[in-house]
């Protein structure tokens, strides 16, 4: 079928929820991508931050393939091994003692929520529902993560969202001080935020959030779906902070590129949920656990990437910074291992098309920010040739 024929049915047929680019990927190895007409492509979106092993990682293959000879799927009225075996890797690797697994993102999000609000009745015996979350944050897109996510672009159309959320400035602990009152039982905070633009707040806040929850007794829970797994530099976001949570939420790069979300949390806190008190058909599919299990493995046992991520987040941050030399329109680079944003006064969309052009994957949000979330195998040399893009991409502006 020839490109244009598969893009009219994708219009044909598929809702109209994304703005997509006029490409159509068809196989991926490690950075690279190729589309339909064969072309080569670097990756700098990873699926938005969901490959970090890179494209078809060998091991989660292999383990796919193994899996899905032996067993595929079981209910979670029955115990599966690939589900417990990588519950025990997540909790041997984490602050938490106990896992529940999801599909996704934003189901880890409803899970968390549902998690501190039984807690509060169940453990503690009192009535608190009302969590504080951050202006400019991300959590999903079902209805409780939605109406956690502070940004009212996502809500429109969509009212009423569910009450029991209060929205404080990100990177401000006295608005969180401010909007304590005897109802909440958690703050829910993503490390850095990322749909929100690359925003990194300041070095003390999680330390601040930490200390805030320990003396009111409510729970601090970490939206790490996108900060989580090597992406900053660290296993997870919070190691920067020398904190620990109460509840974490992961998904994105869990499953090496399988579908799969996880929620995390420490014994006292998992002791609110009781058998029928939350589900999911798929979450913990052992097809699912056994590609996040390889995934986990692979990133774990490998002493290069992770330490690596810092040097080369460092190394991109330093070559968009020359750019921002260079052009008054460059406002900001800003990220941390490799999650970098580059924020423009221009939008940056004309900028993502051009990049596409030159055969490189990039992301933009909140209309100026160009986001960059590379597999965390990226070198120095794709990153210098994306910077020479960019540099080229932006002369003609
Ligand atoms: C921080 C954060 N939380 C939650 C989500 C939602 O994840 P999903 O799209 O898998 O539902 C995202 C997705 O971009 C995210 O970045």
């Given at each position: 079928?020839?490109?244009?024929?598969?893009?009219?049915?994708?219009?044909?047929?598929?809702?109209?929820?994304?703005?997509?680019?006029?490409?159509?990927?068809?196989?991926?190895?490690?950075?690279?991508?190729?589309?339909?007409?064969?072309?080569?492509?670097?990756?700098?979106?990873?699926?938005?931050?969901?490959?970090?092993?890179?494209?078809?990682?060998?091991?989660?293959?292999?383990?796919?393939?193994?899996?899905?000879?032996?067993?595929?799927?079981?209910?979670?009225?029955?115990?599966?091994?690939?589900?417990?075996?990588?519950?025990?890797?997540?909790?041997?690797?984490?602050?938490?003692?106990?896992?529940?697994?999801?599909?996704?993102?934003?189901?880890?999000?409803?899970?968390?929520?549902?998690?501190?609000?039984?807690?509060?009745?169940?453990?503690?015996?009192?009535?608190?529902?009302?969590?504080?979350?951050?202006?400019?944050?991300?959590?999903?897109?079902?209805?409780?993560?939605?109406?956690?996510?502070?940004?009212?672009?996502?809500?429109?159309?969509?009212?009423?969202?569910?009450?029991?959320?209060?929205?404080?400035p990100f990177n401000d602990i006295?608005?969180?001080?401010?909007?304590?009152?005897?109802?909440?039982?958690?703050?829910?905070?993503?490390?850095?935020?990322?749909?929100?633009?690359?925003?990194?707040?300041?070095?003390?806040?999680?330390?601040?959030?930490?200390?805030?929850?320990?003396?009111?007794?409510?729970?601090?829970?970490?939206?790490?779906?996108?900060?989580?797994?090597?992406?900053?530099?660290?296993?997870?976001?919070?190691?920067?902070?020398?904190?620990?949570?109460?509840?974490?939420?992961?998904?994105?790069?869990?499953?090496?590129?399988?579908?799969?979300?996880?929620?995390?949390?420490?014994?006292?806190?998992?002791?609110?949920?009781?058998?029928?008190?939350?589900?999911?058909?798929?979450?913990?599919?052992?097809?699912?656990?056994?590609?996040?299990?390889?995934?986990?493995?692979?990133?774990?046992?490998?002493?290069?990437?992770?330490?690596?991520?810092?040097?080369?987040?460092?190394?991109?941050?330093?070559?968009?910074?020359?750019?921002?030399?260079?052009?008054?329109?460059?406002?900001?680079?800003?990220?941390?291992?490799?999650?970098?944003?580059m924020e423009l006064d221009i939008?940056?969309?004309?900028?993502?098309?051009?990049?596409?052009?030159?055969?490189?994957?990039?992301?933009?949000?909140?209309?100026?920010?160009?986001?960059?979330?590379?597999?965390?195998?990226?070198?120095?040399?794709?990153?210098?040739?994306?910077?020479?893009?960019?540099?080229?991409?932006?002369?003609?502006?």
């Open positions: 079928m020839i490109t244009s024929d598969i893009l009219a049915d994708s219009h044909k047929y598929i809702m109209n929820t994304y703005s997509r680019q006029p490409l159509v990927l068809v196989k991926g190895r490690g950075t690279k991508v190729y589309d339909s007409d064969g072309r080569e492509y670097i990756d700098f979106v990873s699926g938005v931050a969901v490959c970090n092993l890179g494209h078809c990682h060998p091991r989660v293959v292999v383990a796919l393939q193994k899996q899905a000879q032996r067993l595929m799927h079981v209910s979670n009225h029955f115990h599966n091994e690939p589900q417990i075996n990588l519950a025990k890797v997540l909790v041997a690797n984490s602050f938490a003692d106990k896992v529940f697994f999801c599909n996704s993102g934003t189901e880890s999000v409803e899970g968390a929520i549902k998690l501190a609000r039984r807690y509060a009745r169940e453990v503690l015996k009192q009535d608190r529902f009302e969590i504080i979350t951050m202006r400019g944050s991300f959590h999903g897109r079902t209805y409780g993560a939605l109406s956690a996510t502070a940004q009212e672009k996502f809500h429109k159309g969509f009212e009423p969202i569910v009450p029991g959320f209060r929205y404080v006295k608005a969180v001080e401010g909007a304590l009152n005897a109802h909440t039982c958690a703050v829910l905070v993503e490390p850095i935020q990322g749909e929100g633009g690359v925003s990194v707040p300041a070095p003390t806040y999680l330390k601040e959030l930490r200390a805030f929850c320990d003396k009111n007794n409510i729970l601090l829970m970490l939206d790490e779906i996108q900060t989580g797994l090597g992406r900053t530099g660290k296993l997870y976001g919070y190691e920067h902070a020398g904190i620990t949570p109460d509840v974490m939420m992961l998904a994105k790069g869990l499953g090496g590129g399988m579908p799969i979300g996880a929620l995390l949390a420490t014994d006292k806190v998992s002791q609110a949920f009781t058998p029928g008190a939350h589900g999911s058909t798929f979450g913990g599919n052992p097809l699912a656990c056994a590609a996040a299990l390889a995934a986990m493995e692979a990133l774990l046992e490998d002493n290069i990437i992770i330490p690596n991520v810092a040097l080369l987040g460092a190394y991109f941050q330093q070559g968009l910074g020359k750019l921002k030399q260079k052009y008054s329109f460059v406002r900001e680079v800003r990220g941390q291992g490799l999650l970098v944003g939008p940056g969309k004309d900028i993502v098309a051009a990049c596409l052009r030159e055969g490189l994957l990039i992301n933009c949000t909140m209309d100026t920010v160009l986001r960059f979330m590379p597999p965390l195998i990226i070198t120095e040399e794709e990153i210098d040739l994306l910077i020479a893009s960019i540099d080229r991409i932006f002369a003609k502006h």
